[in-house]
């Protein structure tokens, strides 16, 4: 149709405002949780440029609530009614490096997923303003009306801020109390449970912050500083770190890191259940995408690789400018983004080269386990290219016990030795290993059978002629006697009569 004959038509015009009631009720529905709702809101507090973040939770009162404070630059009154608005942000509108928003509903939609009284206090150049959503009087009136507080004396929170800042007060917090009824015990649980969760969240989404990355950010819960969790464990000494790749974009740098973290018995216990998490260290491998410092996705390979056990251990740090937000499909949340086509086309030559030297490291490490150890327990064979495990009947020990048998029970020995290795239990292995290898361990040795494991090893290497200063380090290649070193040692000095051996374990 031609344009002066298409703009020559009559238009009819009509008023298509939402409704306020409906819409103001679907903002609730974003996918929220308590975790995710907490750190939006703290995103703002970084974007205003503060240093401490104070998060207060009353759990056991009869009406809960949460207050999170903060000592940013605060808001004038016509800048806390803007950042009351929803969609108070174009999301393509250029935003500083420090800007941590992207379409102005954070604020809104994550306290709303939460509770039904949102207020708002801000102090700015020794003014005070206040201003509240209550979505039961929005439902009441259906109209988009906020409430602004001249006295706002009895808002709590206010006493939290002694200079410029901003405080945020969720009330009714229906959400997070809803389904208990009366049960007071079982509601408090189920908060401080969900507090608990988020805690460990926020520690991971701002470990740079909370580490001294700029800004540097102090965050606090119930007047307990949070200690960062830094999912690279890149300040451990037995961390693998691999130099960072850089990926020029029109919009942008892309920076590039892979991790590969410690073994489980070079870290602490602590250590190693922060950088697995909940889920442990299976689920926790893969990406870890970084928006300006501010954790957006932590693990999994978003389509470029399996999680598997050999690769459990191996994390990539993506570090993206928020000028690629439209790009990564950054969603409201900041919970979840997608690859744009030319960086997964570069992040997939990453993961394969460095998944692919990961399972090779774990599987000769595994094999040398068993193929380097002089006399091992268990042989490892391979036949038609399957792996299998047999009893080493040669082994020392085996070997004294079965000359000690009269001939007619020797052979039954034998047998029995082949029973057990046939019986190896392959499915309960792997069933335990996957994702708990760390938990399944040797049964402890008994100290007379460690004496009996130690002489008869010995004795087999002293018949083959091995020299004794080279004993020691024959010994330590075996894991049941590498494990119980310190008794060990003290056989091994007893019977060759050299007290104070040298530690050589690696």
Not at 5 to 33: K, N
Not at 123 to 131: E, F, H, L
Not at 215 to 227: D, F, H
Not at 231 to 253: D, R
């Amino acid at each position: 149709m031609d344009r002066e004959v298409e703009q020559a038509l009559p238009i009819r015009e009509v008023d298509a405002t939402p409704y306020a009631a409906s819409l103001i009720e679907g903002h609730r529905d974003f996918g929220y949780s308590l975790e995710t709702a907490l750190a939006d809101v703290i995103d703002n507090s970084i974007s205003a440029g503060s240093t401490s973040v104070e998060l207060i939770a009353n759990t056991t009162a009869d009406e809960p609530s949460i207050i999170i404070a903060d000592d940013g630059s605060g808001m004038s009154e016509t800048e806390l009614v803007e950042a009351m608005r929803l969609g108070s942000k174009n999301p393509s509108d250029k935003r500083s490096s420090e800007d941590l928003g992207r379409f102005g509903l954070g604020l809104k939609s994550a306290s709303f997923s939460q509770c039904r009284s949102l207020t708002v206090i801000s102090v700015k150049d020794s003014r005070t303003s206040c201003a509240r959503w209550d979505l039961d009087r929005v439902s009441r009136r259906n109209d988009w009306s906020l409430e602004l507080l001249d006295d706002h004396s009895a808002v709590p929170g206010l006493e939290l801020l002694s200079g410029d800042g901003t405080v945020v007060v969720w009330e009714k917090l229906d959400r997070l109390v809803g389904g208990y009824g009366d049960d007071r015990a079982k509601r408090v649980g189920h908060l401080n449970e969900a507090l608990r969760l988020a805690e460990r969240h926020l520690r991971l989404v701002f470990h740079r912050f909370l580490e001294g990355k700029k800004p540097k950010i102090r965050i606090s819960l119930n007047g307990r500083e949070l200690k960062p969790i830094d999912p690279m464990a890149s300040t451990h000494h037995s961390t693998q770190k691999l130099p960072e790749e850089v990926l020029m974009l029109s919009k942008g740098k892309v920076r590039i890191r892979c991790y590969t973290l410690p073994h489980h018995k070079k870290m602490t216990r602590e250590e190693w259940d922060e950088t697995g998490g909940p889920e442990g260290h299976l689920k926790s491998q893969g990406l870890y995408i970084y928006r300006e410092n501010r954790l957006i996705i932590s693990g999994g390979w978003l389509g470029l690789a399996r999680q598997t056990e050999l690769t459990k251990l191996c994390r990539i740090a993506v570090d993206i400018p928020n000028t690629m937000d439209s790009d990564w499909k950054i969603d409201v949340k900041k919970a979840s983004a997608q690859l744009p086509p030319q960086v997964r086309e570069r992040l997939k030559k990453v993961v394969e080269h460095f998944v692919g030297t990961s399972k090779r490291t774990y599987r000769r490490r595994g094999q040398q386990l068993v193929d380097e150890t002089k006399q091992p327990i268990w042989n490892r064979l391979q036949k038609d290219g399957q792996v299998f495990f047999r009893p080493n009947i040669d082994h020392p020990v085996f070997e004294a016990y079965a000359t000690q048998l009269p001939d007619h029970l020797r052979e039954g020995f034998y047998r029995c030795m082949r029973i057990v290795g046939s019986g190896l239990p392959i499915e309960t292995l792997h069933a335990e290993l996957v994702g708990n290898a760390e938990s399944v361990i040797a049964d402890h040795a008994d100290e007379s059978d460690l004496r009996q494991l130690v002489t008869s090893m010995l004795e087999a290497l002293a018949g083959s002629g091995i020299p004794p200063d080279a004993m020691p380090g024959v010994m330590q290649s075996h894991p049941v006697l590498r494990d119980n070193w310190y008794l060990v040692k003290k056989l091994i000095e007893d019977y060759l009569g050299q007290p104070d051996l040298p530690d050589t374990r690696v």
